[in-house]
């Protein structure tokens, strides 16, 4: 049996896609390979935040993540400010603090990787113990050390979800339709505010039936979001045919899962072409036109 830990360490893999998992391990790498911390070092912290992101700390601050959204968001300390397009940048507090970048361009990780490294270094040799460490996950820091099980914790996160005993808590099996309307508009609001934090304009489309929820905008970038609300936490969901067209079609679609809508909110996001690939599709129901034959008596 796994334990909660472990659970909580899975269920963070699953907000992202497997690209960017693949991309921010070997991140982490290169950057602790370079400033040479091993595993159980008392100074660093594996935080796993369901909904929210992956992240190592060192110390108290932040040192490299991935977070949860519209994009997969990469996270750097560096020495100074740097130049990014379209980042976020905040510097902590204190004396000579470093700066934190918030980007969806991988390649700044790779651009500034020195300034990565050398920030780190930094906080590692001013550090003795992270008063966090009692909050870090073993599994996580497992990952990042042993490649055997980051290799097996990927392979589950990209295999399909069977059914499950909770399947019937899935979007669309909800008891009665006064529980479905509920978890939908949970997981909607949930959504529109996530992205709203984000910085993005939203407005919403239900209305108008057109095969999606939300109609997202941040300067030049689009997103049609449709909303799928879970009350349990399998993600299966029901897709309408205009649903799955707008897969086929629609490059801006999102659809944006949110799994325990009513308690904990977690989303999981899969583009149109993700869609296609990592859900299995079977008829739940058939439009069937009356031929003009005559019946058979």
Same mark, same amino acid.
């Given at each position: 049996?796994?334990?909660?830990?472990?659970?909580?360490?899975?269920?963070?893999?699953?907000?992202?896609?497997?690209?960017?998992?693949?991309?921010?391990?070997?991140?982490? /790498?290169?950057?602790?390979?370079?400033?040479?911390?091993?595993?159980? /070092?008392?100074?660093?912290?594996?935080?796993?935040?369901?909904?929210?992101?992956?992240?190592?700390?060192?110390?108290?601050?932040?040192?490299? @993540?991935?977070?949860?959204?519209?994009? $997969?968001?990469?996270?750097?300390?560096?020495?100074?400010?740097?130049?990014?397009?379209?980042?976020?940048?905040?510097?902590?507090?204190?004396?000579?603090?470093?700066? %934190?970048?918030?980007?969806?361009?991988?390649?700044?990780?790779?651009?500034?990787?020195?300034?990565?490294?050398? @920030?780190?270094?930094?906080?590692?040799?001013?550090?003795?113990?992270?008063? %966090?460490?009692?909050?870090?996950?073993?599994?996580?820091?497992?990952?990042?050390?042993?490649?055997?099980?980051?290799?097996?914790?990927?392979?589950?996160?990209?295999?399909?979800?069977?059914?499950?005993?909770?399947?019937?808590?899935?979007?669309?099996?909800?008891?009665?339709?006064?529980?479905?309307?509920?978890?939908?508009?949970?997981?909607?609001?949930?959504?529109?505010?996530?992205? $709203?934090?984000?910085?993005?304009?939203?407005?919403?489309?239900?209305?108008?039936?057109?095969?999606?929820?939300?109609?997202?905008?941040?300067?030049?970038?689009?997103?049609?979001?449709?909303? *799928?609300?879970?009350?349990?936490?399998?993600?299966?969901?029901?897709?309408?045919?205009?649903?799955?067209?707008?897969? *086929?079609? /629609?490059?801006?679609?999102?659809?944006?899962?949110?799994?325990?809508?009513?308690?904990?909110?977690?989303?999981?996001?899969?583009?149109? @072409?993700?869609?296609?690939?990592?859900?299995?599709?079977?008829?739940?129901?058939?439009? @069937?036109? %009356?031929?003009?034959?005559?019946?058979?008596?």
């Amino acid at each position: 049996m796994r334990s909660g830990n472990e659970e909580r360490f899975l269920e963070c893999l699953g907000m992202f896609r497997t690209e960017a998992l693949l991309l921010y391990f070997a991140e982490l /790498d290169h950057i602790l390979g370079a400033v040479g911390v091993l595993a159980d /070092d008392a100074r660093m912290v594996y935080g796993c935040n369901p909904g929210d992101n992956l992240v190592v700390i060192v110390g108290q601050r932040y040192a490299f @993540a991935l977070r949860n959204g519209a994009d $997969e968001l990469f996270g750097f300390m560096t020495p100074d400010r740097v130049r990014v397009e379209n980042a976020d940048i905040f510097r902590f507090e204190g004396r000579n603090a470093p700066f %934190f970048v918030w980007s969806a361009q991988h390649d700044a990780v790779v651009r500034n990787r020195p300034r990565v490294i050398q @920030a780190i270094s930094s906080e590692l040799e001013r550090t003795r113990k992270s008063g %966090f460490r009692k909050g870090s996950n073993r599994y996580f820091e497992q990952a990042v050390f042993n490649k055997e099980y980051r290799s097996r914790a990927l392979a589950e996160r990209m295999s399909l979800e069977q059914a499950g005993a909770d399947e019937a808590l899935g979007a669309g099996f909800q008891v009665n339709a006064a529980q479905r309307r509920q978890v939908e508009s949970a997981a909607i609001q949930w959504v529109r505010k996530k992205y $709203e934090r984000d910085g993005y304009t939203v407005r919403s489309v239900e209305s108008e039936r057109i095969g999606y929820d939300l109609h997202i905008v941040k300067g030049r970038k689009e997103l049609h979001v449709e909303v *799928k609300g879970v009350a349990g936490s399998e993600r299966h969901v029901i897709l309408t045919h205009q649903e799955q067209e707008r897969c *086929k079609s /629609d490059r801006c679609f999102i659809l944006a899962v949110v799994s325990s809508a009513l308690t904990t909110p977690t989303l999981f996001e899969l583009s149109g @072409a993700e869609v296609l690939v990592q859900y299995q599709f079977k008829p739940l129901a058939f439009n @069937a036109r %009356f031929a003009g034959v005559a019946a058979i008596k």
